[in-house]
């Protein structure tokens, strides 16, 4: 059972354009965080966000999480070849000894 | 920040043989780590959870017996794949687990195993 719905799960745009990664689930989470994973390499940690309604900013990345706790979304401005990569979501519960479900993925492909 | 050192990063071998990864965590104690799979494309899917001095706990799903776990220090988890066949080819990743008020789980740079 898919506990994390991400979409879109592929996503291929020109250098500039806006987009925007969603993480939905029916299941209330402690926290959240993103990941960015390139080709043959572990997954590094974008941010964590752990308050309903919490936005985070990261440069050109923004994040923010539900007011319910139960989803999130990633917005990126501008992208740039650069963004290029897979992004992951997760989720976790407190106490759960950092045990997380990841989503399915979101490749994203920006052209230059 | 917190680093993860995973061992080897690739691996080629033969069906029937047994391979080693090591998971490592450089400058933190982590008394759980994690080890996924992950298919071409896909995301990560979790195959168990491995605590110091403790066995491993299994998703459901996984055997046991043919992916040992052992975490024997509060820096060092491996991951045996045992008898391994093609099938077992894939991308194994670790995760370590850095305690706190906002805990944070740092991952290795992977393990890209060819099985032939």
């Known amino acids: 059972t898919q506990l994390l719905e991400q979409s879109p799960q592929f996503l291929s745009i020109q250098e500039g354009e806006n987009l925007t990664v969603y993480c939905n689930s029916s299941s209330v989470f402690s926290s959240l965080q993103w990941y960015r994973q390139e080709p043959g390499e572990g997954p590094v940690l974008l941010v964590t966000?752990?308050?309903?309604?919490e936005v985070k900013k990261l440069k050109r990345l923004t994040f923010q999480f539900g007011d319910a706790r139960k989803d999130s979304s990633l917005h990126i401005t501008a992208a740039q070849p650069g963004d290029t990569g897979l992004y992951l979501c997760a989720g976790g519960w407190s106490g759960n000894t950092g045990k997380l479900i990841f989503g399915q993925g979101t490749t994203l492909q920006v052209k230059p | 920040g917190a680093v993860v050192s995973q061992h080897p990063s690739r691996v080629i071998c033969k069906s029937g043989t047994s391979v080693k990864i090591e998971c490592r965590s450089l400058?933190?104690?982590?008394?759980?780590m994690f080890w996924y799979r992950q298919f071409p494309k896909q995301s990560l899917m979790l195959m168990a959870t491995?605590?110091?001095?403790?066995?491993?706990?299994?998703e459901q799903g996984v055997e046991k017996d043919k992916f040992l776990i052992n975490h024997a220090s509060l820096t060092l988890s491996t991951l045996t794949v045992t008898s391994a066949h093609p099938e077992d080819s894939s991308f194994y990743i670790c995760s370590a687990r850095l305690g706190g008020v906002r805990e944070k789980l740092f991952f290795g740079s992977g393990t890209q195993l060819s099985v032939l």
């Open positions: 966000v752990v308050t309903g309604g």
């Open positions: 400058d933190f104690q982590a008394t759980t």
């Open positions: 491995s605590n110091e001095g403790s066995k491993a706990t299994y």
